[in-house]
């Protein structure tokens, strides 16, 4: 049988997925990796460097996906904001992930800087009509993006006040997720925001 390195380079981002989103940069293995993905742990070091170069591969392979399964929708963010929360609760991996890279990595990857950076690009473009400047695309952008992962990221007991069932909640969540997205564009594209305290 012939030798598939896009195969093989394939496996192992998957494989580093699960291994990653689980345990982290630091507790991650990297045979445990190549076993999983059926590879060399060589070609680990071959494909990628080191653990750190495989992290940023995989991480820049995820935030593709994550932008084919979710295009971002500059000129409709509370319609971007539910599909977004939609898409992290049946994958809250990608949170864990996400968390585990904010607790041992002071920055982000040059793939995920140009992803904010398109975004706020795309938002600062769509909002130029209504007097929206490159602070306010930011404000926004971080906003309501981060309106999306606090469901996935609070203990179910907590998620659980209030009395509704479990899916009854998650509906209503989503509801105040996009409402609040939508609340959060009209108020910042429609006034000033004030840079002092008032």
């Known amino acids: 049988m012939a030798y598939n390195s896009a195969a093989t380079r394939k496996r192992l981002l998957d ?17 445990r ?8 742990k ?8 080191s653990k750190d170069g495989l992290f940023d591969a995989m991480l820049e392979d995820r935030l593709g996906s994550l ?24 994958n ?17 990857s040059t793939a995920e800087a140009d992803s ?11 909002g130029q009509a209504r007097g929206t400047d490159e602070t306010t695309a930011v404000d926004l952008l971080l906003l309501v993006m981060n309106l999306t ?12 006040i209030g009395g509704a069932d479990e899916a009854e909640r998650l509906r209503r969540h989503r509801a105040a997720v996009v409402a609040s997205a ?15 305290d008032q």
């Open 33 to 40: 990796i190549a076993a999983v993905a059926s590879a060399n």
């Open 67 to 90: 932008a084919d399964a979710v295009p971002f929708l500059p000129d409709d963010l509370p319609r971007y904001a539910g599909t977004l929360f939609d898409h992290l609760v049946v």
């Open 149 to 160: 992962f606090v469901w996935t990221t609070i203990a179910p007991t907590v998620r659980a």
């Open 92 to 108: 809250p991996e990608l949170v864990r992930l996400n968390q585990w890279k904010f607790l041992e990595r002071a920055d982000v």
């Open 42 to 49: 060589q070609a680990i070091y071959a494909y990628f460097g």
């Open 15 to 31: 494989a580093a997925f699960e291994e990653f989103s689980e345990r982290g940069l630091a507790g991650a293995r990297v045979d």
């Open 116 to 126: 904010y950076r398109d975004k706020a690009q795309a938002l600062l473009t769509a």
């Open 182 to 196: 939508s609340a959060i564009t009209s108020a910042l594209t429609t006034s000033p925001v004030a840079t002092d």
